[in-house]
């Protein structure tokens, strides 16, 4: 069971925090006006925190620093990019995510490392994708078999710099291409990973686990 903090209690951040403990995971949920939690079902057993979502002491109220991921759901865009970072470079959140209004600011928050879902697409399952890496290998396409899936995966920061032909070797899967600051970018084998890309990858979904073991650790050192 892993820890999860959400900021917004809106209707995304309520179908957030039920489906998170549905799943069984504890979870925590902030919002500036308290009646915003009538939105949670009766039986919802989380942390209700009243408070501004990028306040140090809000958050910590919250368990921010034992989180697992971070999702910054508001209506907000300065406030939802303000309280990632904070979750991300105070606290050291592994995962965060940051709902935003203006696709325009994409690339700026790709800059900063910022995994972000544009409004005009937003789903609660979007979010999750982004925060629970075993939702991310549910894939964006399976060929017809069933047995190879197109998926973002998500990689150690020691993997920066690595080419994607090591990646590909080291995970045995096929990176297919990169989103890097908001535009898709052909796999080339000499192509390096960078701090921010998304990696879209080819892989058997039976090696889904091992596959999200290899990439979430840093690649072993050459002899």
Not at 20 to 37: C, K, M, P, T, Y
Not at 51 to 75: H, I, M, N, P
Request: glycine content about 8%.
């Amino acid at each position: 069971m892993a820890h999860f903090v959400i900021m917004g209690c809106g209707r995304v951040g309520a179908t957030l925090a039920h489906t998170l403990e549905d799943s069984g995971h504890s979870v925590a949920i902030i919002d500036q006006d308290d009646r915003a939690f009538r939105r949670l079902r009766g039986g919802f057993t989380g942390r209700k925190i009243t408070g501004v979502g990028f306040d140090r002491d809000t958050l910590k109220q919250a368990g921010v620093a034992e989180a697992y991921a971070f999702a910054a759901v508001s209506s907000g865009d300065n406030s939802n990019i303000l309280a990632t970072r904070v979750a991300r470079e105070t606290f050291h959140v592994p995962h965060v995510v940051a709902r935003i209004y203006d696709p325009g600011r994409a690339e700026i928050y790709q800059r900063l490392g910022i995994p972000t879902v544009a409004a005009v697409r937003w789903s609660a399952d979007q979010v999750l994708r982004r925060i629970l890496p075993e939702q991310n290998l549910a894939g964006d396409f399976r060929e017809p078999s069933g047995r190879l899936v197109l998926a973002e995966v998500e990689l150690h920061e020691g993997w920066i710099g690595h080419s994607l032909a090591s990646i590909d070797k080291a995970a045995k899967i096929r990176v297919a291409y990169l989103t890097r600051f908001g535009e898709g970018i052909l796999a080339e084998p000499d192509l390096a990973y960078q701090e921010g890309d998304t990696v879209h990858a080819m892989l058997a979904l039976d090696r889904s686990s091992e596959v999200i073991r290899i990439l979430s650790k840093a690649p072993a050192k050459e002899a």
